[in-house]
């Protein structure tokens, strides 16, 4: 089993639409959890980082599930810029090292 | 807003060829790290570097990879004697002692080893 698994999409969706994003990971002892954006061709950006109770910004909203070991990133209102490649990335920080382990990512292209 | 920079953003290279790919991370971060990104591939960790020794490394990161921080500035990686498979984008990032996980990344260097 893959450590970080995405659908690789791609997702088409009209701006304003709701799109949801989907990743499990397979070390149960994973101790952060965080949504990266690349551009095509260009470095990881971090857009936010997931936690247990869930979190939003903006029109962004992450949801992790530890029991099911299940990461989400909701987008709303989707926009023209949101088109970019989503990671799901995973620390493990096992020994206490600062490693991320990351997804292969799923592409988002928002169409007028 | 201060950043990560790479320098050269495009190398080429002979099979067989030593390359130094350089960074200067963030001026008061401490943690610096090397991943990189093959074609179409995800983004894989290659090792992490902290205080002056590597804090850890991947199975990729083999005896032909090795990182340094010569200066106060720049923090290097080279590859001895580079092979085909080696052809990547590599993006170093940085992280600061009060917010490791916050990592930083650089543009990237595309290697591509001919």
């Known amino acids: 089993r893959k450590e970080v698994e995405q659908d690789p999409g791609p997702f088409n969706v009209p701006e304003g639409a709701t799109v949801a994003f989907n990743c499990t990971y397979s070390?149960?002892?994973?101790?952060?959890f965080f949504w990266y954006r690349q551009d095509c061709r260009k470095e990881p950006k971090l857009l936010m980082s997931?936690?247990?109770s869930g979190n939003e910004d903006g029109r962004f909203t992450a949801q992790l599930n530890r029991a099911s070991q299940y990461i989400s990133l909701l987008i709303r209102d989707s926009k023209l810029s949101d088109s970019a490649t989503y990671l799901c990335?995973?620390?493990?920080?096992?020994?206490?090292?600062?490693?991320?382990?990351f997804g292969a990512g799923t592409r988002l292209a928002v169409h007028p | 807003e201060p950043e990560v920079t790479q320098t050269p953003s495009h190398q080429v290279t002979q099979m067989g060829q030593e390359v130094i790919l350089r960074c200067v991370p963030i001026s008061n971060h401490l943690y610096f790290y090397w991943y990189r990104q093959i074609l179409g591939q995800k983004v894989e960790f290659l090792v992490s570097?902290?205080?002056?020794?590597?804090?850890?490394k991947s199975e990729i990161f083999d005896d032909q990879f090795s990182v340094e921080r010569p200066d106060g500035s720049n923090f290097t990686l080279k590859i001895r004697s580079t092979k085909l498979e080696d052809s990547a984008m590599y993006f170093c990032?940085?992280?600061?002692?009060?917010?490791?996980?916050?990592?930083?990344f650089g543009s990237g260097t595309q290697l591509s080893v001919l």
């Open positions: 990032a940085s992280s600061e002692i009060g917010s490791i996980e916050k990592l930083f």
């Open positions: 570097f902290y205080n002056n020794e590597i804090s850890e």
């Open positions: 070390n149960s002892a994973s101790q952060s």
């Open positions: 997931v936690y247990s």
């Open positions: 990335v995973v620390n493990p920080l096992t020994g206490g090292y600062n490693k991320l382990i």
